[in-house]
Nanobody, 123 residues
C-alpha cells in the first residue's frame, strides 16, 4: 500500500510564501504520476501541478510563475513552493499519486491520496 505523507502548509498574509511537502514511496513503480490538488470550501477540487517519473511538469494557469516544484527522487519527496500567495490560494492541499504517466489529469484517476493539509492566505 502506497503512503503519501504531507507536511508544511499553515497561514500566511497575502504576498507571502509557504511550502508543502509530500513524501511518497512511489519508487515501487517504474512509471508514476504525482500531483498536488487543492480544494477551497464550496468549490471543486482542482489540479495545481502534475509531475511524472520522466520529469514532465504540467501546471495550472492560476499558479504559473508563482509556484514551483522540486523533487528529491532518492527520498521521493515532492515539495511545492508557493510564492506571491493570495486569498484565492486558500484551501486544502492534497498530494495524490498513481501508477503510470499523467495522461489523465483528473483527480478521479488517482489511486493514492494524502490526508490533506490546510493553506490559508488572509490579511
Amino acid at each position: 500500500q502506497v503512503q503519501l505523507i504531507e507536511s508544511g502548509g499553515g497561514s500566511v498574509q497575502p504576498g507571502g510564501s509557504l511550502t508543502v511537502s509530500c513524501k511518497t514511496d512511489m519508487h515501487i513503480y517504474s512509471r508514476w504520476c504525482i500531483a498536488w490538488f487543492r480544494q477551497a470550501p464550496g468549490k471543486e477540487r482542482e489540479g495545481v501541478v502534475h509531475i511524472d517519473s520522466v520529469g514532465k511538469q504540467t501546471w495550472a494557469d492560476s499558479v504559473k510563475g508563482r509556484f514551483t516544484a522540486t523533487q528529491d527522487v532518492a527520498d521521493m519527496i515532492l515539495d511545492l513552493q508557493m510564492n506571491s500567495l493570495n486569498p484565492e490560494d486558500t484551501g486544502m492541499y492534497y498530494c495524490a499519486a498513481k501508477d503510470g504517466y499523467c495522461y489523465d489529469p483528473d483527480w478521479a484517476s488517482f489511486d493514492y491520496w494524502g490526508q490533506g493539509i490546510q493553506v490559508t492566505v488572509s490579511a
